[in-house]
């Protein structure tokens, strides 16, 4: 689908969209509860379904109305299942210490990019405890039962595999602890983790880099609520540096979400040339970049876990950006956005299928007008982010089917 959009003015009000990162948590928890709980706010993205496809496979039933997802949790099954995550890095990363719960095969299927990502951290933990650990380029297979104990996880490749463990470990036998490795990045979101857990009626404690997990716990059923989403939120919020009228609603000021850093980030982007740290809050990578190029140009750094997202957002930003005239510089970890004034496209943009890349460059599109190929990769965490849009004023057509 090719979206088309003309240079126009946003002006309005948009409600957040609930928070994907915390309904697969919330959703997850409700899983493994031994009675039924209910998430409420749960949007219709393909991520949070390949959460709620993954929990059915496992035998948990579930029923979705109108955002309210009802969940009876997962029944102990001895049959091979096998998992959907789609392109769900989230998804991927949270089930595989859940399939190692029980003793039978389990099969984890994903886009061939999705399998590419890291999955090294769990790799070595089944290594050392005799687990079977089977990845090819569109499935990961797991059996055995993960055993409590110390766990190591680098903490500058992602936070998920954290976690995933912060799910499993508090239903073994005994205690365990996780050491997260120097550097500690995204902590926001283990932060968010622990959070659910303890809706949940499960405790874990963080103290610096470590955190302690007591075993033998059981989930509770919880009638829980998803707060509003500051990472998808950014990007309407963002029409307001490009001269827009927008008010953007539903969201938690005590929220433990990281990208709510975004406003102070968008403040610096709009009075100057900062230097911006993602290492915190990658997600925000995308539009951060775009709003460089339109104001005063910017250099970011912590950028090295963009390369590992649905696509390398630091190139594939950087090649689409080109297309606008605005040159930039991508490093190890950095990348710097020069200030240049916008032209407009003169060929389509790409998505790379990427949904914050698309949200991204469609903010560009509404100062200088073009096309953005691939634009149904909204689908992925926004699907009615073009609605959106066009309640705020901007002219949004498309090519090649409905919205």
Known sequence: ????????????????PPSKSMAHRMLLC????????????VADSEDTLATVDCLRALGAQVEKTDGIVRVRGIRDASEHAVLPCRECG???RFFVPVALLRDAPVTLTGSRTLLARPLSVYARICREQGLSFDLGADALTVRGKLRAGRFSVPGDVSSQFVSGLLFALPL????????????????????????????????????GARITVPGGQAYMPRDAEVEGDWSNAAFPDALQVLGG????????????????????????????????????CPDLGPVCMALAAAKHGARFTGTRRLRLKESDRCACMAAEL????????????????CA????????????????????????????????????????KSWPEYFTVLRSLGIEVDFDGMDT
């Open 245 to 280: 009228n927008v008010r953007v609603t539903g969201l938690r000021d005590d929220s433990l979400q990281g990208d709510k850093v975004y406003r102070d980030y968008f403040a610096l982007l709009d009075a100057g040339a900062p230097t911006l740290d993602l290492s915190d």
């Open 322 to 337: 080109a297309k606008f005239g605005v040159r930039c510089a991508v490093g190890e970890d950095d990348m710097t956005v």
């Open 90 to 92: 989230s998804t991927l």
């Open 1 to 16: 689908m090719t979206a088309v959009i003309a240079p126009s003015k946003a002006h309005g009000t948009a409600a957040a």
């Open 172 to 207: 073994l036998d005994a205690d365990s602890v996780i050491d997260i490795l120097p550097p500690v990045q995204s902590e926001p979101y283990i932060r968010m983790t622990l959070q659910a857990l303890g809706a949940f009626g499960v405790s874990a404690r963080m103290e």
């Open 340 to 379: 240049s004034p916008l032209q407009t496209p003169a060929e389509p943009l790409s998505g790379h299928n990427d949904h914050r890349i698309v949200m991204a460059l469609s903010l560009l599109l509404s100062v200088t007008g073009g096309r953005i190929e691939g634009a149904e990769a909204v689908r």
């Open 30 to 41: 409700a899983g493994l509860c031994p009675g039924e709980s209910t998430v409420r706010g």
